[in-house]
């Protein structure tokens, strides 16, 4: 691209008041506020082979925030990969961003069932389901990530017990997640939640104890063996409050995704991802705001799933199998916390 040449964009922007979903803009039509930062981006003459055409996306605003984009578009730091253009978002702002673009512009959200529909219920059951696995799944992952944190067994039993309990498949016509209001005075939502669980915990601690031990600590994989099974989940029953704080912050979670669903609304969007970032950012003592779009990004493929039709792969993926698996006894008594 020569330096008299001025480049051409497609315009990404979700607004309030309306949105770009690739308008194409000439340079004249950038915000002033950043116009001369996207053009230096563009004109960059450390991309080879820069592109005369870019794809330019700005983040959601509200009526607010569009009356004041002079001062709050400058705010951002911008970054162009290829031949796109955006600003960089924090883990919470990224979230909002994906809440209002499912809200406002996905198709399969656009179609959802309001709570007064008959596809209401078995919609949002799939949805939760479906987060539930997943969230289980990231948290753990993003906890463990360092093997040090199991070094604290104090702390990691309760997120393995988390990740092996049983999902909660709901109540019609709008319960969707393990309902903590019983909890501390009664612990039947909790004994509800971990009943049956032995097998899927024995392959939880399979693959950690196979994983310490590839990382050469057979001394620390030997309290991750799956003959322990029935002892981590007795060390999570005699102290349950870490346990229950993640399963309720679960539950905050993805309540939050149901009403940006069933309400799609600006002050839901605002609502809902505000619930979302503050549950994860001390999920089981860890800042896991990172984890907002990929919650919404699940979400939207359960939509996808349910629209194409069927439920049975949902409940596959948790059956009563474990059922006949009895309890094991401890062959080193030293195996408690």
Known sequence: ???SEEPSFYLYWLRETGCDAGTPIGAGDIPASIRERILTLAKSDSLAASPATFHLRLPFFDRR???QQDQLLPAFTYERTGDLIRPLLSAAAATRDMAATCALAEPFWRGAPPDRDLEYFPTWQRVSIALQR?????????YFDNPAAFEDRAAAYPLIAYQAARPFFGRPRSEFTYDLRDYPSS???????WKLV?????????NIEDRLTVQGNPRLAHHYSPVWHQDVLVAVQRRPKRYAELLSREAAIINAVIDLGTQ?????INRSAKIISQQLRKMHGR??????CGLFEEATR???RQRAGGFDDVLDSWLPENSDMPAARSPDLRIGI
């Open 302 to 304: 359960a939509l996808a």
């Open 198 to 206: 032995g097998r899927s915990m024995q392959r939880i601690l399979v």
């Open 287 to 292: 800042d896991m705001r990172s984890l907002g």
């Open 1 to 3: 691209m020569t330096v």
């Open 65 to 67: 925030e569009e009356r």
């Open 134 to 142: 997943w969230l289980r799944v990231q948290v753990a992952a993003t």
């Open 187 to 193: 612990d039947d939502t909790l004994s509800a939640s």
């Open 264 to 268: 799609p609304k600006v002050d839901t």
